[in-house]
């Protein structure tokens, strides 16, 4: 149900960005500010500089400790 | 300083869900999914794009080390949001600290008569996340997490209610007065 929903707002709010994009008309209009906070949420992109430095910390971080019978057949 | 979310709580097994150490794929999967609304809570409930990629890097690192505590009782969106505002509240304490912070909502409140049923216009999409954030920052830190947990419709209204400690009756209720004050301090960004 919640999914149909946002489905129908997402479109919706994708028509009125085209209409803007192509001149049709000039003024978005949102029900609610959830509505224009989600808008808002969609367009906003993660910057990619947080993966790559988060692939660096786990990289980083010290591997788990070898069992007792790798130890074992290492020696 | 009150809490706004309660603790991490360790939860109970329940199957289906990747198990601990995640694999590669499986975090890539996971940070694919998730990173956005992480991203996104943090950056408007700070208001600072770089402490928002800080707690995002900070949430997901701990996830990474941590999935073993995730045991499937919440949703995993709202286990998430608990570790990202708990990294967010914790910014915040040293940051009030040095930062005068003023809560608008009352006299915004008083001149707000029925703003909120009047939907919100916007001619100048370019400049759109300055004004959500100008407006946001005007809100206490309470109503802008209401807000932001709310328009995420996967959220449901006892979930937030879960998520902030507090019945689902009080959330609606305060919800209320944070839509009619957002829409008040949206206007006058324009």
Not at chain 2, 15 to 34: D, I, S, V, W
Not at chain 2, 72 to 90: Q, V
Not at chain 2, 171 to 186: N, P
């Amino acid at each position: 149900m919640k999914r149909q929903v946002k489905h129908t707002a997402q479109e919706q709010e994708q028509e009125q960005i085209s209409d803007i994009k192509s001149g049709t008309t000039s003024a978005q209009e949102f029900a609610s500010a959830e509505e224009l906070i989600r808008h808002d949420a969609d367009q906003t992109v993660v910057p990619p500089a947080i993966a790559e430095r988060l692939a660096r910390s786990i990289e980083e971080l010290p591997k788990p400790a070898p069992s007792w019978w790798r130890r074992l057949l290492d020696r | 300083m009150e809490a706004l979310v309660s603790e991490p709580i360790v939860e109970s097994e329940r199957p289906g869900r990747p198990k601990f150490p995640l694999q590669p794929a499986e975090f890539a999967e996971l940070y694919q999914t998730h990173s956005r609304m992480v991203y996104y809570l943090a950056l408007r409930f700070l208001g600072d794009p770089q402490k928002a990629e800080d707690v995002t890097h900070d949430v997901f690192l701990k996830v990474y080390r941590k999935f073993n505590e995730f045991r499937g009782d919440s949703t995993l969106r709202t286990w998430l949001y608990r570790i990202t505002l708990n990294h967010c509240r914790n910014l915040q304490q040293s940051w009030h600290a040095r930062k005068l912070v003023t809560n608008v909502d009352d006299a915004v409140w008083e001149n707000a008569a029925s703003r909120a049923d009047s939907p919100l216009r916007v001619l100048e999409t370019k400049e759109l996340g300055e004004r959500i954030q100008k407006a946001l920052d005007g809100l206490s830190d309470e109503y802008r997490l209401l807000l932001l947990l709310i328009a995420d419709e996967e959220m449901s209204y006892d979930e937030v209610a879960a998520l902030t400690e507090q019945t689902a009756d009080a959330v609606r209720g305060k919800l209320h007065r944070a839509r009619k004050t957002f829409a008040v301090l949206f206007e006058q960004t324009a």
